[in-house]
């Protein structure tokens, strides 16, 4: 459906328009509610006056006697009385009665004819009718005396009528019977609908021209320069840059205000788009600076696999996703001799180019430390530092000049290949999954030590453990555990192994790629800011090389 653009002009047509109705509507609605209010108070009056004086006119110990033998000359007499009271108040109805509890019904005692009733309409003496929309009321009377404050307004079958009624006493002050007046309201409802309507349309067209002058006042000293100002800016060139300041209203007033905003802002937007060019020049070197720092941090870690094709007795593999362009993850696999394999996983604080910088320092002291030429002889058979002395060592040289305060949270693994022994260091790292040959994925229990380059001259503990054939070491950064979904939940620890565990008879390489998906499932396309690494490490059964 195509959408219909209306002016300002048109649109503030519009609203007045239906203010003004909405207005005159409310004028109206008010004045119709106070004249019933105060038409309805007197015709209560009234008509209670009516009903009070027709009971006094009747005979409360007679009713029974007029039951029972019909009209007599007291009757008539009554009758008159009352005929003389609805004629001189102009009432519609004027009637003298006894509710019947057992029959829901009325017994007419006087039902007063008048040139207002239709005969038929009219009921004779000891006739007995149904009519339950006033039986409460007069019911009420009858049994308690209770008149209530005000007539009983209502607009039924006979339409708008005020209804009282009134209890008949005998002498003992038992009522005997109920006086009810009815007083027609029909035509003074209708006049009061009828003035109400013409003072809603005299209202309308005072507005209208209250509106009107509004309208016009308005649309030259608003609409015409808004319409001029937005008129001048359709007109921008995107190519060239091209806007002209407009004249400025002499009008002392905010649109006068608005116009010279309106030139400072051109003048500011020459500015930019001189800048511009420059600007966009030195975010595209950026961007292909930043390009090739993704392609050097890529190719500083291990990326092809198998890493190790002549090596059967174990199988490993690992992987990284930065939360930004560059990262602060990293990690490593090398050998410190033909029998000692090194396993490594980082996380240095902070993210982007400033942690990647710190990360490729941090992999370096690592590596280099570990396969000291001093530690490590010829033949490749030499031991080389132990994990313990590399993360002493590379911490206190990362300790030098730190001004910036950044550190790293390391773990460190040397497997023994013929024997199994696995000796590890944790500085500060999230604790490794470790599975045996029949068991399930668990935390190894090892207490972190303090992070690098945080204290100088830091001892740390060395621990290890023994893997056998089929066993697993799961090494990840808090990137997995504290990913975040939609909700801002946390992936966990628990939910961590709990996957992991879903797994436990894949290779190194599935292991990985099934909890990276796990992740991905759980995040649900929501923002992480920690990189995501993870290395799995697993003992082949094997024979023990010659």
């Known amino acids: 459906m195509k959408k219909i653009n209306l002016n ?3 649109k503030m047509t519009v609203v007045f328009t239906l203010m003004s109705i909405m207005l005159s509507l409310g004028v109206g609605y008010v004045v119709y509610m106070i004249s019933y209010n105060q038409v309805t108070a007197q015709y209560s009056e009234l008509v209670f006056s009516t009903a009070k004086a027709a009971a006094a006119l009747v005979d409360g110990d007679s009713i029974d006697h007029f039951l029972e033998n019909g009209p007599d000359a007291e009757y008539n007499t009554i009758y008159d009385s009352l005929y003389q009271l609805k004629t001189i108040f102009g009432h519609k109805y004027l009637y003298i009665l006894r509710p019947a509890a057992e029959t829901g019904g009325f017994t007419y005692i ?3 004819h ?20 006033v039986f409460d009321v007069a019911y009420l009377a009858y049994t308690t005396g209770s008149m209530g404050d005000r007539a009983n307004i209502s607009n039924a079958e006979y339409g708008w009528l005020a209804v009282a009624y009134v209890p008949v006493y005998d002498s003992s002050g038992n009522i005997t019977a109920v006086a009810g007046a009815d007083i027609s309201m029909n035509r003074v409802i209708e006049d009061i609908r009828l003035q109400s309507f013409r003072i809603s349309l005299f209202t309308i067209a005072i507005i209208a021209v209250f509106f ?8 030259r000293q608003i609409v015409r320069p808004v319409v001029c100002l937005s008129r001048h800016i359709k007109g921008f060139n995107r190519e060239s840059g091209v806007l002209e ?22 003048d500011d937007i020459r500015l930019y788009m001189n800048n511009l060019a420059t600007v966009t020049a030195d975010r595209e070197r950026i961007a292909t600076e930043l390009d090739i720092a993704i392609k050097i941090q890529t190719s500083m870690l291990p990326s092809i ?34 029998d000692t394999l090194a396993v490594v996983i980082a996380d240095v604080s902070g993210k982007g180019i400033p942690a990647a910088l710190f990360m490729v320092i941090a992999k370096t002291l690592i590596k280099s430390s570990a396969q000291c030429k001093e530690m490590v002889d010829a033949s490749g058979k030499g031991a080389g530092k132990s994990p313990k002395e590399v993360f002493e060592t590379v911490n206190n040289k990362l300790c030098e000049k730190n001004d910036a305060g950044m ?3 390391a773990f460190m693994g040397y497997l023994d290949i013929p024997s199994g022994l696995f000796r590890y260091v944790n500085a500060g790292h999230n604790p490794p999954l470790i599975k045996k040959a029949d068991g399930e994925f668990e935390l190894l229990k090892t207490k972190p030590a303090f992070v690098l380059a945080g204290i100088e001259d830091i001892e740390y503990t060395e621990h290890e453990t023994v893997l056998g054939a089929g066993d697993v070491i799961c090494l990840y950064t808090d990137g997995v555990t504290e990913a975040v979904n939609m909700e801002n939940e946390l992936f966990s620890d628990r939910r961590l192994i709990k996957q992991a565990n879903l797994y436990t008879g894949c290779s190194a390489e599935e292991l990985i790629n099934r909890l990276k998906d796990e992740v991905d499932i759980f995040a649900n396309s929501a923002e992480q800011a920690d990189d995501i690494t993870m290395l799995a490490l697993k003992i082949n059964a094997v024979e023990k090389r010659a």
């Open 8 to 10: 300002i002009t048109i």
């Open 110 to 112: 006087f039902d007063i």
């Open 114 to 133: 008048s040139d207002l009733n239709e005969k038929e309409m009219l009921a004779d003496l000891g006739e007995t009718v149904y009519e339950p929309h």
């Open 212 to 219: 009107g002058i509004l309208l016009f006042i308005a649309e």
């Open 245 to 266: 300041n407009i004249k400025v209203t002499e009008s002392s007033d905010e649109l006068q205000m608005m116009t010279e905003s309106f030139n400072r802002m051109t």
């Open 305 to 338: 696999f198998p890493a190790f094709p002549h090596r059967d007795e174990f199988d490993l593999y690992a992987s990284m996703t930065s939360a930004k362009e560059v990262g602060g993850d990293f990690y490593d696999f090398f050998f410190i001799n033909d």
């Open 407 to 409: 550190f790293v949270t």
